[in-house]
């Protein structure tokens, strides 16, 4: 009936026990009573914290492209219909570990370099356009140093330790419910620093578990000024030509790929020292990969590192 106020019902199902194979749920819906006919819809959403997805339809139940829900920041996993009194049954089953997507990434920046104590520092920012979880699993390079921070929107969240994973250790950080816009998840963590000035060094970035990137992953690189970084392998570096009486490769800007005002502080580089140069890489990859970069000694100012996606800038 046309004007009729919207009956608004919540109730909870007990779930069954967690089994080596397909378990099924039987949901119990309210059906109107004496009613000619009968449009129903049902919306499905997953926690992919539970390590379960969910199949479908049913019998008598159609599936339908996901459909929003103006509550809801992320897409249901599952959108049902029917146009009869069927009963529902759901079938849940075992995920496998980071197999389905829950987190919707559309485009990373990692700043590394090294710290005053040797160690190398990192910095994460996460775009995070969705997700169909109240919380995402961070997997930080073991050994990690032992305070990792995260934040979520610039606001302090509380990074809990779940485990190891295939050779790093996880985490997990709350994630705002019914936002209804996108998120900035910013990881800093420090790892173990080269011993010596020729060599290389392998950056290790974080990874989000279950997460599907549909942007580019943007490193910027700081290296000490005492020795030529070669970006080696991991990623690709960003170039642009400029003129200077011909045309050279040159380190492209910082992108402004954060909107303005959400940028925090960049993390403290390697300390040059007053009047010496550090040497900053920029590059790309398609999600977060290690990065190599080979120091080797200067052969004279005259040779560019820009061909390996690096240059020199005055340190302050």
Request: charged fraction near 20%; charge should be positive.
């Amino acid at each position: 009936m046309r004007g009729t106020p919207p009956l608004k019902l919540s109730f909870a199902l007990p779930l069954p026990a967690h089994a080596d194979g397909p378990v099924s749920l039987p949901v119990g819906l309210l059906w109107p009573v004496d009613a000619a006919r009968v449009e129903a819809h049902v919306r499905v959403w997953v926690n992919s914290v539970s390590g379960r997805t969910v199949a479908g339809p049913a019998a008598g139940w159609r599936e339908l492209p996901p459909e929003p829900a103006p509550d809801r920041d992320a897409l249901p996993a599952l959108t049902l219909a029917a146009s009869a009194e069927h009963p529902l049954v759901l079938e849940l089953r075992p995920a496998t570990p980071d197999s389905a997507a829950a987190v919707w990434v559309d485009r990373v920046l990692i700043e590394a370099g090294m710290t005053e104590d040797g160690s190398v520092g990192y910095r994460a920012r996460f775009h995070l356009l969705r997700w169909l979880t109240p919380a995402a699993d961070v997997l930080l390079p073991d050994p990690v140093g032992p305070n990792p921070t995260a934040h979520v929107d610039g606001k302090t969240a509380a990074l809990v330790p779940v485990g190891p994973a295939d050779g790093a250790r996880r985490f997990r950080v709350a994630l705002p419910d019914g936002t209804g816009h996108a998120a900035v998840l910013e990881v800093q963590y420090a790892l173990p620093g080269p011993r010596h000035v020729l060599g290389q060094t392998v950056y290790q970035p974080p990874r989000l578990a279950a997460a599907a990137y549909s942007g580019p992953t943007r490193w910027l690189v700081t290296e000490p000024a005492d020795a030529a970084p070669l970006l080696s392998s991991g990623a690709r570096p960003e170039l642009y030509w400029r003129w200077r009486g011909a045309f050279t490769p040159r380190p492209p800007p910082a992108a402004p790929i954060w909107t303005a005002g959400s940028r925090p502080a960049s993390i403290r580089g390697p300390t040059a020292g007053a009047g010496r140069t550090a040497s900053r890489c920029r590059a790309r990859s398609a999600q977060p990969e290690p990065v190599r970069v080979v120091r080797v000694p200067w052969l004279g100012r005259s040779s560019s590192p820009a061909r390996s996606g690096c240059s020199s800038s005055r340190s302050r």
